[in-house]
């Protein structure tokens, strides 16, 4: 019962993990869109992604971590939807490079995916 339990909080990690992603690069390639025919300024570009980012995490911990430790679940889909965020959208752009801001990305959806999965796991109680 532990094993199917556990695989359980596994899967919900990762279904919150991917659901995140595919909601962030549907909203870049929107945003992408909007670029193209507006004359919003590329500095402002890297803002609102990341913020899109934390939230979608966030929004993600929120809705799909249950049960116990919501804060190490949540912190989970953070890091998971950072590994494959950095994976996909670097091989969109073509360039796999390493910076500081990487590391941003890791605290601020370690900490948004912390803070949906203990948010979410208290509204259930």
């Given amino acids: 019962m532990q094993n199917e339990n556990s695989l359980g909080g596994v899967f919900s990690i990762v279904k919150a993990a991917v659901l995140a992603l595919a909601v962030s690069f549907l909203s870049t390639v929107v945003l992408a869109a909007i670029l193209r025919i ?3 300024p590329h500095k402002a570009i890297y803002p609102i992604t990341q913020t899109l980012k934390v939230i979608f995490v966030l929004l993600a ?3 799909f971590i249950r049960g116990e430790k919501g804060w190490l679940k949540g912190g989970a889909v953070g890091l998971i939807f950072t590994a494959l965020s950095y994976l996909t959208f670097s091989a969109v752009g073509g360039d796999f490079s390493l910076s500081w801001l990487v590391l941003v990305e ?3 959806a370690l900490f948004a995916g912390a803070l949906g999965g203990v948010i979410g796991v208290n509204l259930r109680r």
């Fill in 61 to 63: 911990s929120l809705l």
């Fill in 106 to 108: 890791v605290g601020l």
């Fill in 38 to 40: 507006t004359t919003m």
